[in-house]
């Protein structure tokens, strides 16, 4: 049997970056015989090359292409090309790693679709998502399916079809002419597959781009060639160049470096408008988010000056979500949640409601000749608008969408409107993982808001009303799912708790307290009581070497509907004393099965007997070695520990 694919890796200097990679091609399911690796060094100097033969000389299917170094992966991926014999190749950078069953699964993916170009499932360590890989997709659309998302060449390219298109890379080129080598491959292929329920790829960090506008609109207009050579004037075109006006000419002229820099931005704004007026025309915008409209509006009019005021005046404008109300229906997690767009003043952005129209109200005035008012009327963007809420494993990356419902309520008097989308979202452990059980582990919770007008992503903060804390054992697999909030105080989900502990912990933020007859009454909410009442439990307070352990006692609450409780009595005095809760700061841990599990507050006690519950970091209790008389002494000095944090902050904050 020949060799079923052959994976390109350009590498250059990577240090101990590419480790991670290599060892995830050479670990690979597929059989040795079966796969090809190619690495394509381009002048490496800090002995990966020398590293590299030393695994090329003991496995049959890896080879090392040694080249003259250029500073750029085009030529190496070129020389791969050329080198391979693999039915199928792929494309990988030296920072990304594969999934041990990605060339398996997209090999038998694209065999059986027959595809010219198979798009497996990436993520990134940071990002949101790609719309495209929703759904797998046995012949995809570029446009329909969100394929100009995905134009970095981690894919798989049928190596005939490469090479009976003369495709490879324009070499000493940016990241334009890389996505134009992709864009191609779409517009020639016959068949284009998505393989979208299985992580093949993730992706690491990219080499960004320093690149000259001059030299980004001379790659662009190259890019926009290959899409006039493979399609036809109308509307397909039209919307492929809509794509390429708002990401490549467009988008810069809202960005930080546009509003700093009167250098950068002179530049920027002779190459683009240039562009625009050459390009891109004017039928082009309503395609376009409405802050964009204006941008184009604005260039192609030769407003510099109002383009560096919007820009200023647009930055910091995003979403806000709030979460109403958590429930369990039948085991599955439902969030009910409420989003809408806010200004750089976290005020509401409010539209113009017109005889039953909205109208996008800019932040500066703009003369009617310069931005025509039918491209400011948003009601159709408006009502397309949708929330999207996705999962995201907080120590894999993994990114998972959640069915999600929403509905437009609009606010506001007279021509004043606001608009907010309200909605439920539902999360079945069992299928959330595109149809697979979700894995264990604590997901964070994010929100995107997509609609003409604007589109935003954010995640839910502890900004309204205390979270409803219930954990439920949910089926296939019976597993405990705990609704949270993260360490950064965001909205969570955490799937089977490594244990009784530590799922206490999770909700822990919602403790609070309360004095009667010389005790603290510490409560603690508790999202599952096991049938047998789990493990006994200590409340461990901790200030500095002071220490004090009580019993908890553990209440069951009402499954699916009320959480249980922790509480703890604590005697307390006004003075410091052993055994005694006393002024200062407490860090508060449970002692379960000779473990110890950090809670996620503090106590502050006060000298009048006021005590306050404040978030924490959790960590695992660690015992602070003792100090002397001196130190506790001095700690006791009013104002003392305050003047101490203050020294430790200045000293971290302008250390080298």
Known sequence: MGVKVSVIMPVRNPGGGADAGIRSLLEQSLPPDEYEVIFADDGSADGTAERLDVIASTRPNVRILHLEPTGSPMRGRNAGLAAAVGEYVYLLDQHDRLDREALHRMHARAVAAEADVLVGKLVRDNGAPATAFYANRERADILRDRLLTQLTPHKLFRKAFLDAHGLRFAEHSGPLAEQAFVMQAYLAAKVVAVLADHVCCRVGERRRSSQEPAATARELRALLDVIDRHTQPGRQRDRIYAHWLRAAVLRPFIGARFVSSSQDRAVLYRAMRELALERFPTRLDPMLPVHLRAVAALLRAGRLDQLVILAGLSRGTGLRAHLDEVRWDDGVLTLAIDAEIVGPDGRPITFTAEDDRLYWRPPLPIADSVLCPSLTDVTEDVAMARLNVYLRHTESGATHVLPATSEIVSRGEGRDARVQLVGDVRLDVGTAAGGHPLPRGLWEVHVRLYSGAYQARTRIGRVRKPLNCVGVVADHPRRLVVPCWTDDGE??????????????????????????????????????????????????????????????????????????????????????????????????????????????????????????????????????????????????????????????????????
């Open 491 to 656: 909205l969570g989900v955490c799937v089977e708790p490594k244990s009784f502990a530590e799922s206490i912990a999770l909700v822990s933020l919602g403790a609070s307290t309360a004095r009667r007859d010389g005790h603290v009454f510490i409560v603690v909410p508790v999202p599952y009581v096991p049938p047998s009442g789990g493990p006994p439990v200590e409340l461990t307070l901790r200030n500095g070497s002071r220490e004090i352990c009580v019993p908890g006692l553990v209440e069951p609450g009402i499954p699916g509907k009320m959480a249980g409780q922790l509480v703890a009595k604590v005697p307390m005095r006004r003075m410091p004393a052993a055994g005694y809760l006393g002024p200062g700061t407490w860090v508060p841990s449970l002692r379960t099965d000779g473990r110890e599990v950090g809670l996620r507050f503090e106590l502050e006690m006060h000298r009048g007997r006021r005590i306050m519950v404040r978030p924490s970091v959790a960590v695992e209790p660690a015992l602070e070695p003792r100090r002397s008389v001196f130190h506790r002494a001095a700690a006791q000095v009013p104002g003392a520990r305050h003047l101490v944090r203050l020294a430790r902050a200045g000293k971290s904050r302008y250390r080298l």
